[in-house]
């Protein structure tokens, strides 16, 4: 199983970038599609997740600003308003039972002030 993210990039604080992430592979009996991120100095944190039936979770400080969408072995990011503590290396992860867990390559975000 890979997973490839991409959309990654420098955007001014209050803009706007799209993150994807496509699993391929041995994929089957999916249980969830993360989003985590590693900020400067801090630990990795979810920023987002989406289960397999569709139900969401979101970290309480993107609430409102971020949004996940699943389709198919497919997951996206949607981040609006970005603020310059969003600025990380983002990371997509593909949760299958078993547990079978798997993570993609991750990608930077950086958000100027």
């Known amino acids: 199983v890979q997973l490839q993210a991409s959309g990654g990039g420098l955007v001014q604080a209050g803009g706007s970038l799209r993150l994807s992430c496509t699993a391929s592979g041995s994929i089957f009996r999916v249980r969830a599609m993360n989003w985590y991120r590693q900020c400067p100095g801090k630990q990795r944190e979810l920023v987002a997740g989406?289960?397999?039936?569709?139900a969401t979770t979101y970290l309480p400080s993107v609430q409102g600003r971020f949004s996940i969408e699943k389709v198919e072995n497919s997951v996206s990011l949607q981040m609006n308003n970005l603020k310059p503590e969003d600025t990380g290396v983002y990371y997509c992860k593909l949760e299958m039972e078993g547990p079978r867990d798997y993570w993609g390559q991750g990608t930077l975000v950086t958000v100027s002030s």
């Open positions: 989406i289960a397999a039936h569709g």
